[in-house]
Nanobody, 124 residues
Framework: QVQLVESGGGLVQAGGSLRLSCAAS????????MGWFRQAPGKEREFVGA???????NYTDSMKGRFTISRDNSKNTVNLQLNNLKPEDTAVYYC??????????????????WGQGTQVTVSS
């Protein structure tokens, strides 16, 4: 049974930072592109970025420079570092896994496995 479990969300002031983690089990982690999405209330799920099996990143343009994705294949984990957070970054953040390459894994329908999400709230 595949499980993706996110952690690290919380409440932070604008300008602050958070580090989200996603622990994967039940799959051959090193084979998968890992993505991060977010969904704010009343909005569609939005692609944040992804990291390929060997560490190549792809980010939504608006998030480049503030958000960084990394992975550790020896620990089956993927991380999302969120810096200089803004109130509009408030959302539930999800990690997901796909066998698509990092250039194709930019929409939610390309992903097979999903975590339950972790809430990030940024106060002004």
């Amino acid at each position: 049974q595949v499980q993706l479990v996110e952690s690290g969300g919380g409440l932070v002031q604008a300008g602050g930072s958070l580090r989200l983690s996603c622990a994967a089990s039940g799959l051959t982690f090193s084979r998968y592109t890992m993505g991060w999405f977010r969904q704010a209330p009343g909005k569609e799920r939005e692609f944040v970025g992804a990291i390929s099996r060997n560490g190549i990143n792809n980010y939504t343009d608006s998030m480049k420079g503030r958000f960084t994705i990394s992975r550790d294949n020896s620990k089956n984990t993927v991380n999302l570092q969120l810096n200089n957070l803004k109130p509009e970054d408030t959302a539930v953040y999800y990690c997901a896994a796909t066998l698509y390459g990092v250039g194709y894994g930019v929409t939610w329908d390309k992903y097979t496995y999903w975590g339950q999400g972790t809430q990030v709230t940024v106060s002004s």
